[in-house]
């Protein structure tokens, strides 16, 4: 369009150049981070039951009670949710690279807080850990918004869909280094302090070294985000939000003139009068441009986490349902992480990580829906072909751990990418960080009904097979299904998602136009179904 400003015009036509690359791995750490942190509790929940619920009478070693294993799963997903409305609302009042920062400090804190989590008694080092992974979620959070923001702002029309896909991709590479990681230092203790499995000696089948082995693993999610912090802060604040929120078209250039290494005309008079009509989130206005948008990006975050969350954090009790993993009492506590791990890193190299770049690489030539619409597809698909013939696979490991890995592949080659890329384009730049907050805080949401839900409704529907503490549940097979289910949903509400695909993001949301005492026209066009 005409009205467009030449320094938005100058990044929606850049070519692929250095600083898009800096910017993906300034951006992708803090989600390495996320993925790492959020996923390796999983590793370790069966190791600190061992630790601090052992009761020396009991055939089984000792498991976290079932209050104190969702809140131990679930607490950091809780934090997360409020992280992304709070910080999502607060990059768009106060600017992206302000905020930025923040985020990643308290990620390092209340990583290294997390292992050093303290307390003689099991209910102290509970209640503290619970508290510092609810403000480790906090600031993951606020990872979410910021980041998905400032590469769609940062990038060009052409490739954005693909450059805010290889930001989110990076959690594939975070999942695969927590069990790498986990691998490495049970091993490591394993090699170190020998022990006999618990159904030979109860009392030393833990060794009391183990208590290093989680808070290590832990603690290691500050790493990547201290690495990454410095170039965080020298990042400059992205020209859309400065020219269209803070109105100052002038530093806009000046800052994308460094960036680009081009001459730019800072035209602050166009950029005074561009998008200068202002309606709020709550105004009939928002909700007659965008609330079906919203809608869209929410219910299908929301559906897309209740089977993704629930499937990923209790893999190590689905692998124990089909027979992958030995029973607990023929381990020791170290190896039973080794063995976590191992199962957990060969889902995540055969079926996370290459979904996420089947993505990056495709998302500009097949698009955000047909993208979306087919993951939820086929993840209903091969949920349908593990659940039905459940009995199957429990003497047919290979043939699960195919289909396991295609479900997850499917997830991350469909809605666990589109998601998260599609609200960071379809609102305005003033709300688009508080939208992209909001429908994400929704997908958390979806994270916590499928961490609490599928805890109680996978257990098993004999009372002698229950873990301690539990009651009886649908089992593995009938949750399975419902999730499959769920998948079906998320397809039905990916058609309020609109294409945008190849567009400038100004384009998409109208913020071209001059207000010349009209109403601006606003359109989406919607991929035909």
């Known amino acids: 369009m005409s009205n467009q400003l030449g320094v938005l015009n100058a990044l929606d036509a850049a070519k692929t150049q250095w600083y898009h690359f800096t910017a993906i791995v300034i951006a992708g750490m803090g989600f390495f981070t996320d993925a790492y942190d959020l996923f390796s509790i999983s590793l370790i929940t069966k190791l600190l039951g061992r630790i601090y619920y052992f009761e020396p009478l009991s055939e089984k070693p000792g498991t976290l009670p079932p209050r104190i294993a969702a809140a131990v799963n679930g607490v ?112 490591a203790f394993d090699h170190a302090y020998k022990a006999h499995p618990y159904n030979v000696d109860k009392e030393h089948s833990t060794v009391p070294q183990a208590d290093y082995i989680w808070r290590i693993i832990l603690m290691f999610g500050a790493v990547p985000a201290l690495l990454t912090y410095y170039w965080r802060m020298k990042m400059p604040e992205t020209a859309r939000y400065t020219a269209l929120v803070a109105r100052n078209a002038k530093q806009a250039a000046a800052d994308m003139s460094k960036v680009l290494q081009v001459d730019l005309n800072a035209e602050q008079e166009k950029g005074d009068k561009i998008g200068t009509e202002q309606f709020g989130l709550f105004s009939k206005e928002f909700a007659k441009r965008h609330g079906l948008h919203l809608l869209g990006t929410t219910s299908t975050w929301f559906l897309l986490d209740i089977a993704f969350y629930s499937s990923n954090l209790f893999q190590k009790d689905i692998f124990s349902a089909i027979g992958w993993l030995p029973k607990p009492e023929t381990m020791t506590a170290t190896h039973e992480v080794y063995r976590v791990a191992k199962a957990q890193t060969l889902i995540a190299l055969c079926g996370t990580v290459p979904g996420y770049w089947f993505t990056v690489a495709f998302i500009e030539h097949l698009g955000r829906f047909t993208i979306q619409l087919m993951g939820f597809f086929f993840m209903s698909v ?148």
């Not at 539990?470 to 769920?486: C, F, Q, S, W």
């Not at 058609?495 to 384009?507: A, C, F, K, N, Y």
Request: charged letters at 10%; glycine letters at 12%.
């Open 76 to 187: 950091a997903f809780c934090g997360t949710l409020a992280g992304q409305l709070f910080f999502g609302w607060l990059g768009d009042k106060l600017g992206r690279k302000r905020v930025y920062g923040l985020t990643l400090m308290l990620m390092v804190i209340c990583s290294i807080a997390s292992g050093l989590s303290f307390g003689k008694s099991p209910q102290g080092v509970m209640a503290t850990l619970c508290f510092f992974r609810f403000w480790l979620g906090f600031g993951i959070g606020g990872d979410y918004p910021l980041s998905a923001t400032i590469m769609s702002e940062y990038a060009n029309k052409k490739t954005r869909g693909a450059f805010i896909a290889a930001v989110f991709a990076m959690q594939g590479f975070g999942i695969l280094t927590g069990g790498i990681v986990a691998l490495i230092v049970s091993a």
């Open 382 to 529: 091969f949920m349908f072909a593990i659940a039905i013939p459940y009995q199957h696979w429990k003497t047919n490991n290979t043939g699960f751990l195919i289909m396991y890995s295609l479900t997850f592949f499917f997830a991350n080659f469909g809605p666990n990418s589109t998601t998260f890329i599609v609200p960071a384009e379809i609102f305005p730049a003033r709300l688009r960080s508080t939208c992209h907050g909001i429908s994400a805080a929704a997908g958390k949401a979806g994270a916590i009904v499928g961490s609490f839900g599928f805890l109680y409704a996978a257990q098993s529907t004999h009372h002698d097979k229950v873990d301690r503490g539990y009651n009886t549940g649908m089992g593995v097979k009938h949750a399975l299904l419902m999730l499959g289910a769920v998948n079906c949903l998320g397809m039905l509400f990916t058609l309020l998602v609109p294409e945008t695909m190849g567009r400038s993001l100004e384009d998409i949301t109208g913020e071209n136009e001059e207000d010349n005492g009209h109403q601006q026209t606003f359109s989406v066009e919607k991929v035909p179904v």
